[in-house]
Structures are given as C-alpha cells and as structure tokens.
C-alpha cells in the first residue's frame, strides 16, 4: 500500500522557520515527481510546490516563492519543505502527495501555525 | 494568475444527479483532476485526465472537459458523497486548485 506520512509541524513565531517531512512508503519513490498543497483553517485546498523526481525541477506558488524551498532524498524515500520567513498566512495543514495521473496519494497533514 | 471558479455548493437528493462545474479560462486545453475531501480526512482523487476514474472509485463519478468548463457529475448520489470537491489544472508551471464546492445530501 502507498503511503506518506508527513511530520516537522508545529508552532513558530511569524519570521521564523520549519522544516517538514514527508516519509514514502509502498512504492518507488524516485520514479515520481512529488507536491505539497496546505490548506488553511476552513479553507480550500492551495498548492504549493512540487519536485521532479530527479529533484532537478523546482516549482512554486507566487505566494510562497523565495521563502520556501523544495527538495528530496530519494535514498531516503523522504520529500522535505524548507520553509523561512514565516508569515501569519502560512498557517495550515500541509499535505505532501505523489503526482501521477494526479495526485494520489495524499497523507494525513501536519499542522504549521504561525503566530506571535 | 490563473483561477478555477467553482459554486460554493450544490445540493441533491438521494439517488439524484449532482453535477459541479469549474470555470476557468481555455479549460478544456487543459487536463483537469477532481478530488473529494471529507470532513478532518485527507483530499482523495476521484477523477484525473478530465474523465478517467482511479481504482476504486465508484462509477457514479464522472468527468468532462471542454470549452472553459470542466464538470463532475454523480449519478445516483449517496448520502457518503456528501463532502467538499475541488478541480485542479496545471498553468504555466504551476498547478491551481478550484475555490472548492460543499455537496449537500437533502
């Protein structure tokens, strides 16, 4: 069975840093290109970045471009979210999920909540 | 930026059909996913390349695409396809998700 499982969510105060997890299981993890999408308290679904499977090709939301960085050890079979300089805004769930035909699938989420 | 317009909810009876529609500029050049989530669960694919479902999905879920409007129908609702739905497509380097649409079970 594929699975993710992401981890590294927490509280942090706006300007600060995280970095989150997303540990693969049950499949070849470096044959897909993979994608973090958040969703905020009682919002809808954002996407925001996405890696090639080679780890070659970075893609970002303009609302989170500069701050975030993307990234992946396939060794590992780990995708990993750098993200700096935290605003109040990013306050969400963030869902890692495996893109092929779509995403699927998705993991359970982490909680980042960022405030003073 | 590119934008998905979806209603905010659509309600139907059981055993009725629920269609949900997404707007987007040129739509139908692109390929469109749909996927439902449920309240405090992960979102869950129902829908990719505009029509085709994933395994396991019932086949009162369908898709199509054309023109600047991509559609789900569920034919037959039940009352567990009560949830959210979004679309997504892929522009100009980076993927967009719908505004979302809340299915209401009469």
């Known amino acids: 069975e594929e699975q993710l499982l992401e981890s590294g969510g927490g509280f942090v105060q706006p300007g600060g840093s995280l970095r989150l997890s997303c540990a693969a299981s049950?499949?070849?993890?470096?044959?897909?290109?993979m994608n973090w999408v958040r969703q905020a308290p009682g919002k809808g679904l954002e996407w925001v970045s996405a890696?090639?499977?080679?780890?070659?090709?970075?893609y970002f939301a303009d609302s989170v471009k500069g701050r975030f960085t993307i990234s992946r050890d396939n060794s590992k079979s780990t995708l990993y979210l750098q993200m700096n300089s935290l605003r109040v805004e990013d306050t969400a769930v963030y869902y890692c999920?495996?893109?092929?035909?779509?995403?699927?699938?998705w993991g359970q989420g982490t909680l980042v909540t960022v405030s003073s | 930026s590119y934008e998905l317009t979806q209603p905010p909810s659509v309600s139907v009876s059981p055993g009725q059909t629920a269609s949900i529609t997404c707007s987007g500029d040129?739509?139908?050049?692109?390929?469109v996913c749909w996927y439902q989530q449920k309240p405090g669960q992960s979102p869950v694919l129902v829908i990719h390349?505009?029509?085709k479902r994933p395994s396991g999905i019932p086949e009162r879920f369908s898709g199509s695409n054309s023109g600047n409007t991509a559609t789900l129908t569920i034919s037959g609702t039940q009352a567990m396809d009560g949830a959210d739905y979004y679309c997504?497509?892929?522009?100009?380097?980076?993927?967009?998700f719908g505004t979302g649409t809340k299915v209401n079970i009469l």
């Open positions: 997504q497509a892929w522009d100009s380097s980076t993927y967009v």
């Open positions: 390349q505009d029509a």
């Open positions: 999920a495996k893109e092929f035909e779509g995403f699927y699938p």
């Open positions: 049950g499949f070849t993890f470096s044959n897909y290109a």
């Open positions: 040129k739509l139908g050049d692109k390929h």
């Open positions: 890696i090639s499977y080679s780890g070659d090709r970075t």
